[in-house]
């Protein structure tokens, strides 16, 4: 039994609507000089980058390097590209600016320029052997809550996988929010960070407890269990995504909607990073390795099915999570309110506009045994999961969520 949880976060969280035009204090202030951001053309386009430049030529910072060849769940090899440049630079700082695909980018970038080697070589928990040159993270999705996380995951093109590193030393040592730079994120991708965001929460919630955990104590961990502290940010979390998701979508200017999806995937974030993820996501590594769609997207295909797979192990949690939704579940026994959570989220997919089934997004039929083989050897993410399955039960949800 284990009788110890951590509570991590980013060294530094500021927050608010307008915050990126600090960027260049929050580098002064530090003494930073050799600046290398990490962003993308689409970021470029919306004129964040510059926004970001403005604010750091404003304080007179030394150098700054634009790396802008980010891309979606980014691959290895592009993160060895991004790698190659910042040693060429040599870099006090690295600043992330974009969704999480950009923030892990400027993760593994500090961590491969500090120690030296390739992303390869810290794949996985604990790999990395001391702290790494700062990063500054600056999301522009509401979703992965990379900005406080100690994770960055890379795509891996040979074996088809999504591949993590996790480590105290990646969390960022500024995560600087601002809402607004949200506004410009397309409904799809706001739909599909947002449900990730929300299944950050709920796995947080509903994973194995603290206690249960099957490590003896003195041994670290990627991801402590299910905890009070990481209770109080799941729960705000899944209230505020049932609060404002929908409007983010359709109201894209909507500043009250964007505050709250910001403040939901920071929050979710927090939870997640310390309480961990689970089976949601082992399921989702194949499916988006093998590029069948984002992160969040694959995300909010499976969520409802594993809620409802975990059920009987975490039924008065999910009866609470379907209330935070805003189901109003008074009158309802607790199993009736708890199938009603998995209901109220295959309606928040229908109301963003997220497919329903994976069969909607050109998965095949018979890549659903591989998928299931896969996850199943994820053992990171499967021993948080409350109800132990095996590669057939995985085979199973896959069935239901085809
Ligand atoms: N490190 C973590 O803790 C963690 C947690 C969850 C997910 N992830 C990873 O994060 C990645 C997904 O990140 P994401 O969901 O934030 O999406 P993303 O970073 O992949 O961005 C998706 C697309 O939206 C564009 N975009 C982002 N913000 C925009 C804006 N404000 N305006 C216009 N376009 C914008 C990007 O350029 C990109 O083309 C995946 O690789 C996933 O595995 C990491
Ligand atoms: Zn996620």
């Given at each position: 039994m284990r009788d110890l949880w951590n509570f991590y976060s980013a060294g530094r969280l500021l927050w608010g609507w307008g915050t990126m035009a600090r960027a260049g204090a929050v580098v002064a202030e530090r003494g930073w000089k050799g600046v290398f951001v990490v962003t993308d053309s689409r970021l470029i386009s919306a004129g964040h980058a510059e926004k970001l430049q403005h604010s750091l030529a404003s304080q007179n910072v030394g150098s700054v390097e634009v790396f802008s060849d980010g891309e979606p769940e980014p691959s290895i090899e592009t993160a060895l590209r991004a790698i190659n440049r910042a040693r060429e630079f040599g870099p006090d700082v690295i600043i992330g600016l974009g969704g999480g695909s950009n923030l892990d980018l400027a993760k593994i970038i500090a961590c491969c320029v500090t120690?030296?080697?390739?992303?390869r070589d810290y794949f996985g928990f604990g790999m990395i052997p001391g702290p790494v040159i700062p990063v500054v993270a600056i999301p522009?999705?509401?979703?992965?809550g990379s900005e406080v996380s100690h994770a960055a995951v890379l795509t891996d093109n040979d074996h088809q996988l999504k591949v993590s590193t996790l480590s105290p030393f990646l969390r960022p040592a500024v995560a600087l929010v601002d809402p607004e730079l949200t506004v410009s994120c397309p409904p799809n991708v706001t739909a599909e960070s947002g449900m990730d965001a929300l299944t950050h929460a709920i796995e947080a919630y509903t994973n194995t407890y603290f206690q249960d955990m099957p490590v003896p104590p003195e041994m670290d961990m990627p991801y402590d269990g299910k905890n009070p502290v990481a209770d109080l940010f799941a729960e705000k979390a899944i209230r505020l995504v049932g609060e404002h998701l929908v409007k983010a979508v359709t109201e894209p200017a909507n500043r009250s909607a964007r505050e709250g999806m910001s403040l939901a995937a920071t929050l979710a974030g927090l939870a997640f990073s310390n309480a961990g993820v689970a089976m949601v996501h082992a399921l989702e590594y194949p499916i988006g390795g093998a590029h069948y769609c984002s992160h969040g997207q694959g995300n909010a295909l499976l969520l409802p099915y594993v809620m409802e797979y975990n059920l009987p192990k975490r039924t008065a949690e999910t009866a609470r999570i379907a209330a935070w939704l805003g189901v109003d579940t008074s009158g309802m026994d607790t199993e009736f309110a708890a199938l009603s959570a998995v209901t109220r989220v295959q309606e928040l997919k229908k109301l963003t506009g997220i497919p329903m089934k994976l069969s909607d997004i050109g998965v095949p039929g018979e890549a659903l045994e591989d998928f299931a083989r896969k996850s199943a050897g994820i053992e990171r993410l499967m021993q948080l999961s409350p109800r132990k399955a095996t590669a057939d039960d995985l085979l199973g949800i896959l069935t239901s969520a085809f």
């Amino acid at each position: 039994m284990r009788d110890l949880w951590n509570f991590y976060s980013a060294g530094r969280l500021l927050w608010g609507w307008g915050t990126m035009a600090r960027a260049g204090a929050v580098v002064a202030e530090r003494g930073w000089k050799g600046v290398f951001v990490v962003t993308d053309s689409r970021l470029i386009s919306a004129g964040h980058a510059e926004k970001l430049q403005h604010s750091l030529a404003s304080q007179n910072v030394g150098s700054v390097e634009v790396f802008s060849d980010g891309e979606p769940e980014p691959s290895i090899e592009t993160a060895l590209r991004a790698i190659n440049r910042a040693r060429e630079f040599g870099p006090d700082v690295i600043i992330g600016l974009g969704g999480g695909s950009n923030l892990d980018l400027a993760k593994i970038i500090a961590c491969c320029v500090t120690h030296g080697g390739n992303p390869r070589d810290y794949f996985g928990f604990g790999m990395i052997p001391g702290p790494v040159i700062p990063v500054v993270a600056i999301p522009t999705t509401a979703g992965t809550g990379s900005e406080v996380s100690h994770a960055a995951v890379l795509t891996d093109n040979d074996h088809q996988l999504k591949v993590s590193t996790l480590s105290p030393f990646l969390r960022p040592a500024v995560a600087l929010v601002d809402p607004e730079l949200t506004v410009s994120c397309p409904p799809n991708v706001t739909a599909e960070s947002g449900m990730d965001a929300l299944t950050h929460a709920i796995e947080a919630y509903t994973n194995t407890y603290f206690q249960d955990m099957p490590v003896p104590p003195e041994m670290d961990m990627p991801y402590d269990g299910k905890n009070p502290v990481a209770d109080l940010f799941a729960e705000k979390a899944i209230r505020l995504v049932g609060e404002h998701l929908v409007k983010a979508v359709t109201e894209p200017a909507n500043r009250s909607a964007r505050e709250g999806m910001s403040l939901a995937a920071t929050l979710a974030g927090l939870a997640f990073s310390n309480a961990g993820v689970a089976m949601v996501h082992a399921l989702e590594y194949p499916i988006g390795g093998a590029h069948y769609c984002s992160h969040g997207q694959g995300n909010a295909l499976l969520l409802p099915y594993v809620m409802e797979y975990n059920l009987p192990k975490r039924t008065a949690e999910t009866a609470r999570i379907a209330a935070w939704l805003g189901v109003d579940t008074s009158g309802m026994d607790t199993e009736f309110a708890a199938l009603s959570a998995v209901t109220r989220v295959q309606e928040l997919k229908k109301l963003t506009g997220i497919p329903m089934k994976l069969s909607d997004i050109g998965v095949p039929g018979e890549a659903l045994e591989d998928f299931a083989r896969k996850s199943a050897g994820i053992e990171r993410l499967m021993q948080l999961s409350p109800r132990k399955a095996t590669a057939d039960d995985l085979l199973g949800i896959l069935t239901s969520a085809f």
